[in-house]
């Protein structure tokens, strides 16, 4: 599944450094961005709700709470985080859905021999 968004495309190999609009700025300002793939953060043992299931989990008795099992998507959503090289100002733009996503790499040649 080949995603395109703005001449950002997951069949491609996508550059690393993206031109684009500043949403903070004046309107017409362009200035390059560091672009990254979002990836999520490690979970905070200290948060609220962590502290309070394994409060509960301790102890005799079993699982306490229900564990899901009904997961429908295959995929997730690709989001890019694009940091200003001016202010560092940093934004996250999401794509669709894909497969596979791989930012920056080689390109891909057209007409080229495929290897195996």
């Given at each position: 599944?080949d995603?395109?968004?703005?001449?950002?495309?997951?069949s491609?190999n996508?550059?690393k450094?993206w031109?684009?609009?500043?949403?903070?700025?004046?309107?017409?300002?362009?200035?390059?961005n560091?672009?990254?793939?979002?990836?999520?953060?490690?979970?905070?043992?200290?948060?609220q709700?962590?502290?309070?299931?394994?409060?509960k989990?301790?102890g005799?008795?079993?699982?306490?709470?229900p564990v899901?099992?009904?997961?429908?998507?295959?995929?997730?959503?690709?989001?890019?985080?694009?940091?200003?090289s001016?202010?560092?100002y940093?934004?996250?733009?999401?794509?669709?859905?894909?497969k596979?996503?791989?930012l920056g790499?080689?390109k891909?040649q057209?007409?080229?021999?495929?290897?195996?």
């Amino acid at each position: 599944m080949d995603v395109f968004f703005e001449g950002l495309s997951s069949s491609d190999n996508d550059v690393k450094r993206w031109s684009t609009s500043q949403r903070h700025a004046a309107p017409t300002a362009r200035a390059s961005n560091a672009v990254t793939q979002y990836k999520k953060g490690k979970d905070s043992i200290y948060a609220q709700g962590k502290r309070r299931y394994d409060r509960k989990q301790s102890g005799f008795g079993g699982q306490t709470k229900p564990v899901f099992h009904k997961k429908a998507k295959t995929t997730k959503k690709v989001v890019l985080r694009l940091e200003c090289s001016v202010c560092k100002y940093k934004m996250q733009l999401s794509l669709k859905r894909c497969k596979n996503f791989e930012l920056g790499g080689e390109k891909k040649q057209k007409g080229a021999a495929l290897n195996f």
